[in-house]
């Protein structure tokens, strides 16, 4: 038998913070996150200004035996909706944004809620930027607390070792700052471990030297996908570690908002960025520009244009997605990869992706969190658009399908910011890690009170 909870500890504070209950005209916006295939229905949703607000919130929710599910843009919710919400207060951290950097420190303070475009923005003009994913409009705090696979990755290693500190709401209510000599315990929990420890209100984090990068994408018709998978297969092996790229084979409907190169197309893409001069960089990509792409935009652009260069949604979208971790790819792997996605193929996705890894990615970083590196030579990344409830269900085969077939490849591991289904979240730590991290929530959070999207 289910009760309903007593929502009178939250009533309350909605004179002072904004709350939306289920039937409030403002609730089914509040609740809407950024990816639009995930209906998720909880019992209030908060919208807090202020850190105190973000106290008042988790300490009104324990009184009224809810628990708390932070939530900044719901790039990564799908994973938050596979349990049931009718206990879960959601706070929606976007009206707590804001970025200030110290240029002589090269650090950035950044408050909880804030997407990385406002960082990038803000970076800028100190001829500085920041270890951010490829699209604009994801929010820091779930992509660096999941790890954060950028295209400066493989050179300076997973986002979440960038951090320097933390300020997060934990179970009791308390304000706590946490960093390498701060509640040590806690700041190694929350790089990794993210919305299981509290509500992150703001992050200190290190900065990058480069107001401008060498980065930008080679595209051909999907017709040469046998030739260029091989290639960037074999080019990858051998890579600098200050390239960092993807391959995506994606398919496009026909729609007149699309450019006429995507529009009603099947391509195969190789994006990311070369941290090298011009000319050692035109050196590393020649192999791959030697197939004569039919587009190719790779060049030096200001570090802020590396935010469009992934050419991600502009805006909300609905989408469903499986992701594994890949070992080394043999002939084998790639032809099991082309059977699937490869010319005159029907997938149903929108792109299957490769995300190199290695290089520091896969190096465990030096007094790092829970989480500080990935083993593994590829994240496989695969999507598909879900614009209805029947198009998710068979957009999720799909998926599930592409990453089926290279399991003979696959490693236990994965990423936390690229699993978009429930997974056994131990995979994504080291064993020992895993248990020390278990110990670290039965220590902050015995009750259970926060809820991730991947849960500890
Ligand atoms: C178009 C697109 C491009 C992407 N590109 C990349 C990429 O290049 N590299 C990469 O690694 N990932 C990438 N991702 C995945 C993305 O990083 C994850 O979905 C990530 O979880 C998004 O974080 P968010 O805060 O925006 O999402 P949310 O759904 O808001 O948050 C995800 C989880 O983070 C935690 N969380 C969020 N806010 C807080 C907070 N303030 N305090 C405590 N915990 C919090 C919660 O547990 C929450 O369930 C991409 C996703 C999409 C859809």
Redesign the pocket.
Known sequence: MTTTPDLTPLARLASGCEIHLPGDPGYDAART???LAVDQRPAAVAVPHTPAEVQAVVRAAAEAGLRV?????????A??TEGALDDVVL???HA?TGVTVDPDARTARVL??T?WADVVTAAAPHGLTVL????P???????????????YGRQHGL?VNALRAVE?VTADGTLRRASATEEPELFWA?RGG????????AFELDLLPYADVYAGMLLWDRDRAPEVVRAWVEWSRTAPDSATTSLRVMSFPPLPELPPFLSGRDIVVVDGAILESDEDAAAVLAPLRALEPEMDTFGRIPATALLQV?M??PGP?P?V?DHSVLGSLDEAAIEVFLEQVGPGTRSGLMFAEL?QLGGAFAVPAAGGGALSHVPGEY?LFC?AMAPTPQAAVAGRAATFTVVRALGAWSRTSL????A?TKVDASRFYDGEDWVRLCRARDAADPDRL?????GI
């Open positions: 996150p950024w990816n599910a932070p939530q900044s843009s719901g790039h990564g919710a994973p938050l706070v929606r951290m707590l909880g809620g997407l951010h994913g490829s699209a409009d994801v929010a820091v705090a779930g992509y660096l607390l999941g790890g954060g696979l950028s295209f986002a997060v929350v993210g919305g299981n420890f509290g509500v992150v209100v992934h991600d949604p979208s989408a997605g995300r994240a999507v990423v936390p910011t690229f978009e926060f809820v991730a999207n991947h």
